[in-house]
Nanobody
Framework: QVQLVESGGGLVQAGGSLRLSCVASGKNFRQNAMGWYRQAPGKQRELVAHITSGGSTNYADSVKGRFTISRDNAKNTIYLQMNSLKTEDTAVYYC???????WGQGTQVTVSS
């Protein structure tokens, strides 16, 4: 059974940092591109960053220069380092092997002004 578990969210002041983790079990995703999505209240889920199996990365314009996605294939884990957080980054963050229907429960990130 495939399971994705996100963690690392929390409440932080604007300008602060958080590091999210997503641990996968039940399947090895080293050959998959992996993404971090977020969904704010009343908004659609959006892809904020993704990383290919080879380590190439891409970011939404809204987070470029502030967020860094990385992966540790040995641990079947991806990370999202979030710096210079803004109130508009407040959302539930999810990881997803791109092109699959596997989702975790998400982790809440709340940025206060």
């Amino acid at each position: 059974q495939v399971q994705l578990v996100e963690s690392g969210g929390g409440l932080v002041q604007a300008g602060g940092s958080l590091r999210l983790s997503c641990v996968a079990s039940g399947k090895n995703f080293r050959q998959n591109a992996m993404g971090w999505y977020r969904q704010a209240p009343g908004k659609q889920r959006e892809l904020v960053a993704h990383i290919t199996s080879g380590g190439s990365t891409n970011y939404a314009d809204s987070v470029k220069g502030r967020f860094t996605i990385s992966r540790d294939n040995a641990k079947n884990t991806i990370y999202l380092q979030m710096n210079s957080l803004k109130t508009e980054d407040t959302a539930v963050y999810y990881c997803n092997p791109l092109g699959t229907l596997y989702w975790g429960q998400g982790t809440q990130v709340t940025v206060s002004s």
